[in-house]
């Protein structure tokens, strides 16, 4: 669902793929082949959220604006069950499932966030870097078998959100019959 708050509208690509069951709110835009997932919600009701091209936000994610703009680069994946709150992640970072990154956080370019992982208020993960725990801590650089990792979940999802695109479109010509 899109809903409109304070005048703003969800601006999302043409060939973008929602779920019908992810909430879209406010002050959002989403970019060229992304896709966002059930249950995920994107709240832009205190400030922008801008999610770039290619990103993949899975189910049940929640990414929400406090008095910051929220920004996600492009081709960005965030895991199932992640909630982001106030922050930054550039391009082609990898959030794992049921992390938490706060207000004032910032994820470089190809970064990793291990599954589970918190990353504290104004917390800087620099490109390439590794972290997980709570807190969460560095533990190394990033691979070449982790840039495979980041390019095949980003490949997986674009499959996977040209697959739904074209059976929701089949769907609706079916309903109209």
């Not at 970072?93 to 910032?106: F, K, P, Q, V, Y």
């Not at 917390?123 to 969460?136: L, T, Y």
């Not at 533990?139 to 990792?149: A, N, P, Q």
């Amino acid at each position: 669902m899109l809903y409109t708050f304070d005048g703003k509208k969800p601006v999302i690509a043409k060939n973008a793929f929602i779920a019908e069951t992810a909430c879209i709110i406010g002050d959002v835009s989403i970019g060229e082949g992304s896709s966002v997932w059930f249950n995920s919600v994107i709240r832009g009701d205190r400030a922008k959220i801008s999610i770039g091209r290619g990103c993949n936000i899975q189910d049940n994610a929640v990414i929400h604006s406090d008095d910051r703009n929220v920004e996600i680069g492009d081709g960005v994946s965030v895991g199932h069950g992640c909630i982001m709150h106030g922050c930054l992640v550039k391009n082609n970072a990898l959030i794992g499932m049921n992390s938490t990154i706060l207000h004032g956080a910032e994820i470089g370019e190809y970064a990793i966030v291990a599954a589970g992982a918190l990353v504290p208020p104004g917390h800087k993960i620099p490109a390439r870097s590794v972290v997980m725990g709570v807190p969460c801590k560095h533990v190394r650089m990033v691979t070449e078998e982790d840039i495979m990792l980041i390019k095949n979940t980003l490949k997986n999802y674009e499959i996977l959100t040209g697959r739904y695109l074209s059976q929701g479109k089949m769907k609706k010509q079916q309903n109209e019959h």
